[in-house]
């Protein structure tokens, strides 16, 4: 697991808004963790993550509808300790048409030319550095790929980490997020894991695994006014709901390793199934609360209430109009405030990890295992690298009551 997953932070609100079917969708993706280097490589790096307020879907996509009445909105922040590596074909590019189609790629802008593509369509998402992540009104989601794979021949735990987060929303659509009845993330999961194996295998055969979690925002059976998160989580990743009116956790996911530092995944040789390992929990959440969806890049190298504290102290500034938060007045939306506060969340879990001397509760653990390590950089791994010198994401989301024209 290569980079800081950046804490995914939807937040739930009621309010008036565009109609549906012009009302964009907004997720917030973890940072990337990066790994310690010269200081001088150090000084070239910058040193903010990369932002946004949306993940691409492809122009054609017809928005699929849910019985919920509530979205998220949300933003992500990227830091990569290296650059994703491109996808192989026939990934890279969409699929030829014609025998000229090959050498015919001045039609196409710089952007297009970069989209990665699977059964003909766009792969849903973005890639940070092995990891994935995406957003859409109803479902978010982070998959935090196993870097190690990356000194395979033919590995690549950034295409799985993506195919599987892409086939996994997919399916989700295809079932308008439960509809009338109850969704089954982990079914949808299953698939996902099954199509995926099914694009990657010969004559295209690339090998990979990663953890997924995800959080589908859906409606309770008894009232559509009342907010119920279905969250699903297989590996070290971490789903986290804060209450900021109570300034307090109501809810977080729970490790899964085979051992210590690693953890269940999906993919290649891997004995872990979503039907056999997955694990989903319905939440009940409210208005205003923050969701968070965290890799271990993050929750790795902060206490809970760390996290807590420097997501309620950015929300503040915010909410303030502090000037190093981009707050404009009339101008800025939720989703700029989750940016923002997923942006120093990512920057607060970085700075623990390249301090050779500070505590983080990866370190704690690793004592607890009787293994040697110094603050925040351990040179030991398993079947991956250490936390704390991956790739970090987190992403917040913050849901919203949609109210059609």
Known sequence: MDAL?????PRIFRRPTLPKLLR?????????LAQQQQPEQQERRPRDPVVGTTTPVPDETVPSTSRSSFYFEAGYALFAKRPSRPFPPPFLSPPSGSFSDPLSTYDRSRDRRRTSYVNGEMIRGITN???AVLVSENFVGANDGVGAWGERERGHAALWSRLILHFWALEAERDAYGGSAEPDPVRYLQRALDQTAEVTSKPNEWLGTTTACSALLHSSPRSLAHPLLYVTQLGDSQIMVVRPKDKKVIYKTEEQWHWFDCPRQLGTNSPDTPKQNAVMDKVPIEENDVVLAMSDGVCDNLWEHEVVENVLDSMNKWEQGDEKAGMV???STYADGMRFVAQELVKAARQIAEDPFAESPFM????????????????????SPPADLSDTADGLWRISLKIDA
């Open 329 to 331: 007045a009339g101008e």
């Open 24 to 32: 964009p969708a907004y997720f917030r993706q973890s940072a990337s």
């Open 5 to 9: 997953r950046p804490p995914h932070l």
């Open 364 to 383: 704690e653990r690793s004592i607890e295992e009787g293994i040697p390590t110094e603050g925040a950089t351990i040179l030991f791994f398993i079947s």
């Open 129 to 131: 550095g092995d990891d």
